[in-house]
């Protein structure tokens, strides 16, 4: 049973706080279609690659975690809002509205897809819990393959007892600085920077980089699913296109 795109909207609003968000453009209804809701598709970023396969998918609405900021997608961003529009489709962008939600962040729910008993997420980009009763080396293989992806690690501490999660590009020396005065002693994002490996090595807070787009696909897709459960709509992920990986490995590599 298709439900009217204003319901869908005032629902996702709602339940995300919209309107508490900094971020207009990151946040919220972007592109109103044509058409109600049948359909939810999930994507991380406003790729024509998604959007692509969200019209050959049939897709109404597209809830994205990413998306089409001017700042970074420059004079792409016109044309992929006319490309969501020659398909009559809606574009919902949830950016800092999921990230920071206090039910269901994407920090939080990404630390309790890795077996993290979570102590403190919601409200910002950080989440904290313990870790679970395995060696770090073991867990490093239970977050490829929960995730599907590559996992890069740095073990600069002995200890593994209390684990902080950032998802996506969380290698900011703030976030770590900040997890260590919470007493981690182990740091997880999806890619940072020399400056990354360099602070985490100096502070001896162990490192984990699980790619951008495995540490925030999972969760925008548990998001909009449960959506489209709520509203009694059909739901459908969308993979990003394989050559995006957000810190795996590149088509090409040498040496």
Sequence with gaps: MPQPLDVVREYLDRRLCVDQQSDATGNGLL???????????????????????????????????????????????????????????????????????????????????????????????????TAPNIDFNAWLNVISTRLRTRVRAWPNNPTFRRIAVVPGGGGSTQYLAAAAALGCDTFVTGEGSLYTELFAHEIGMSLVYATHAATEFPA?????????????VEFVAIPEAPWITGGGRAPVECG
């Design 220 to 232: 925008i897709c548990d998001f909009a699913r449960s959506v489209a459960e709520a509203m009694a």
């Design 31 to 129: 592109v109103k279609g044509t058409r109600d809701v049948h359909r939810i598709g999930a994507a991380l970023n406003t790729s024509f690659a998604a959007i692509s396969a969200a019209a050959h998918a049939d897709v109404d609405l597209l809830v994205v975690h990413h998306a089409p900021w001017a700042e970074i997608d420059l004079h792409l961003r016109d044309r992929k809002v006319a490309a969501l529009e020659s398909h009559g489709m809606s574009l919902y962008a949830t950016h800092e509205s999921l990230d920071r939600s206090p039910t269901e962040s994407t920090g939080g729910s990404l630390a309790a897809a890795l077996d993290i008993a979570v102590q403190q997420a919601g409200g910002t980009d950080l989440a904290v819990g």
